[in-house]
């Protein structure tokens, strides 16, 4: 069973995360970079699967060259055999659907059984990959899952709701993303950590995947911030005084408000 794993270069969710100025992205270099947690239980996971039916598991990422350390090594310690990662400069600023058509252009280079990846990114907290890598390699997504179980060409899956779960199955390939609530992520022995640094990592361009750099980055993103402006400063609250009139005060202050 082949498996491939997404993995995101993400600013730590710990720290105050900021714009840039100039073009009002998420400013990068302002914060600590590691791999996105939720991918984490993605790539238990696809361990989990592999040392139960055989195989092997690939990681695959799109981010900026320092991701070779803060992310692709990270994730490859785990216990994947091998990375494939996609650099270029022209990505800066691309959308979720113009990520998603690179990243889409890269599955197509590899040979896969299933595509696993956290439900949603710390960043960008859009969960619409798996659907719209869907659309683009015309496979099945199966999304929040909570439990995986392959039986022949066929993968079941609970997939987490808020009252519960529901069981869903789609045929071989296909994507699934997956909560945190699936397992707990393995903690890398150094025999991993040191193997992780012989483990083959492919550096992919977007010219490597066919893609012209018009077609992504913030020109060609289908949305853009405009404007941006630091959260204003908690102001104090309003004191209502009961002294025989508090609640017609009370009252006028909702009113006020709209709240009533």
């Known amino acids: 069973m082949k498996i491939v794993v997404l993995v995101k270069q993400v600013p730590d969710s710990g720290e105050e995360r900021s714009l840039r100025?100039?073009?009002?992205?998420?400013?990068?270099?302002?914060?600590t970079k590691r791999m996105n947690e939720l991918d984490?239980?993605?790539?238990?996971?696809?361990?989990?699967?592999?040392?139960?039916?055989?195989?092997?598991?690939?990681?695959?990422?799109?981010?900026?060259?320092?991701?070779?350390?803060?992310?692709?090594?990270?994730?490859?310690?785990?216990?994947?055999?091998?990375?494939?990662?996609?650099?270029?400069?022209?990505?800066?600023?691309?959308?979720?659907?113009?990520s998603s058509a690179v990243l889409a252009a890269a599955l197509r280079t590899l040979e896969w059984d299933l595509v696993l990846c956290g439900a949603e990114s710390t960043?960008?907290?859009?969960?619409?990959?798996?659907?719209?890598?869907?659309?683009?390699?015309?496979?099945?997504?199966?999304?929040?899952?909570?439990?995986?179980t392959v039986s022949g060409?066929?993968?079941t899956v609970e997939r987490q709701v808020d009252d519960g779960y529901e069981l869903v199955q789609a045929a071989l390939p296909a994507i699934v993303s997956v909560w945190d609530t699936i397992n707990t992520p393995r903690y890398p022995?150094?025999?991993?950590?040191?193997?992780?640094?012989?483990k083959p990592v492919t550096t992919l361009s977007l010219a490597d995947l066919g893609i012209s750099p018009d077609q992504v980055g913030l020109s060609a993103s289908t949305s853009q911030v405009l404007h941006a402006a630091p959260?204003?400063?908690?102001?104090?609250?309003?004191?209502?005084?009961?002294?025989?009139?508090?609640?017609?005060?009370?009252v006028d202050f909702l009113a006020a408000e709209k709240f009533v």
């Open 21 to 31: 100025s100039d073009d009002f992205t998420v400013d990068r270099d302002a914060a």
């Open 40 to 98: 984490e239980h993605a790539i238990e996971a696809a361990l989990q699967l592999v040392e139960e039916h055989g195989g092997e598991v690939t990681v695959l990422t799109m981010a900026p060259a320092d991701a070779l350390e803060s992310t692709v090594r990270k994730a490859l310690q785990m216990g994947p055999d091998r990375a494939v990662h996609i650099v270029d400069e022209a990505i800066h600023g691309s959308c979720a659907v113009t």
């Open 123 to 148: 960043d960008g907290r859009v969960q619409a990959m798996p659907h719209m890598l869907s659309e683009r390699l015309d496979v099945a997504a199966v999304t929040g899952a909570r439990k995986i």
């Open 153 to 155: 060409g066929e993968i």
């Open 189 to 198: 022995s150094f025999k991993l950590i040191m193997a992780a640094k012989k």
């Open 231 to 250: 959260r204003p400063p908690r102001e104090a609250g309003v004191k209502v005084i009961d002294d025989g009139s508090g609640g017609v005060a009370l």
